[in-house]
């Protein structure tokens, strides 16, 4: 059975920094596109950033126009776990963060190409 586990949301002020964590179990981690999505209240959830392994060494990265420079997707393949580093945060970052898993490489997925997800973590960013 596969799960995904987030954690690391949380409230920070404008300009602050949090790293959220998505422990995986249950699948290919290696082989697995990992990506991150968020969803604000009244919004559809949107791809904020995805990884992609081409090879056991090269990750292929993607991130949404609204936080280049800003957020960081990485993945630790001995723990099963893809982090998402956000810095520089604004107060329209505000929304549920959830992670998300797919068989296979997926450069720029759809929420709709996800096999797995996680319950989710808010993070709240005030101004």
């Known amino acids: 059975q596969v799960q995904l586990v987030e954690s690391g949301g949380g409230l920070v002020q404008a300009g602050g920094s949090l790293r959220l964590s998505c422990a995986a179990s249950?699948?290919?981690?290696?082989?697995?596109?990992m990506a991150w999505f968020r969803q604000a209240p009244g919004t559809e959830r949107e791809l904020v950033a995805a990884?992609?392994?081409?090879?056991?060494?090269?990750?292929?990265?993607y991130y949404t126009d609204s936080v280049k420079g800003r957020f960081t997707i990485s993945r630790d393949s001995a723990k099963n776990t893809v982090y998402l580093q956000m810095n520089s945060l604004k107060p329209e970052d505000t929304a549920v963060y959830y992670c998300?898993?797919?068989?296979?490489?997926?450069?720029?997925?759809?929420?709709?190409?996800?096999?797995?997800w996680g319950k989710g973590t808010l993070v709240t960013v005030s101004s």
């Open positions: 998300a898993a797919a068989r296979g490489r997926l450069s720029q997925p759809d929420d709709g190409d996800m096999d797995y």
């Open positions: 990884s992609t392994p081409i090879t056991m060494s090269i990750i292929r990265t």
């Open positions: 249950g699948l290919a981690f290696s082989s697995s596109t």
